[in-house]
């Protein structure tokens, strides 16, 4: 069964910076993409960040220049780095990732249990 796993979320003060984790397990051919969305309390789930394995990556406005995503393509890890936080950065941060099982005539996409991420003013 694949999984995502996630981990690194924190309470921290702005301008602190925070890095999240996400581990895909399971009979895994390959990986595609991974990215990280969040969700704000009230809003709707948006997209933060997204690396593909081929082509460029791609970075929400709000968060250009201070995150860096990257992944680990042989031990199927994806990254977060989050710098100078600030409090609207509060959310719950979701790891997606669109790969292909070895059971799977396809990709598909997948999500992980998304870890809480507090920046207190």
């Known amino acids: 069964q694949v999984q995502l796993v996630e981990s690194g979320g924190d309470l921290v003060q702005a301008g602190d910076s925070l890095r999240l984790s996400c581990a895909a397990s399971?009979?895994?051919?390959?990986?595609?993409?991974m990215a990280w969305y969040r969700q704000a309390p009230g809003k709707q789930r948006e997209l933060v960040a997204h690396?593909?394995?081929?082509?460029?990556?791609n970075y929400a406005d709000s968060v250009k220049g201070r995150f860096t995503i990257w992944t680990d393509n042989p031990k199927k890890m994806g990254y977060l780095q989050m710098n100078s936080l600030k409090p609207e950065a509060t959310a719950v941060y979701y790891c997606?990732?669109?790969?292909?099982?070895?059971?799977?005539?396809?990709?598909?996409?997948?999500w992980g249990q998304g870890p809480q991420v507090t920046v207190s003013s």
């Open positions: 997606y990732a669109r790969l292909k099982g070895t059971f799977a005539t396809g990709y598909s996409p997948y």
């Open positions: 399971g009979s895994i051919d390959s990986i595609s993409a």
């Open positions: 690396v593909p394995v081929t082509g460029p990556t």
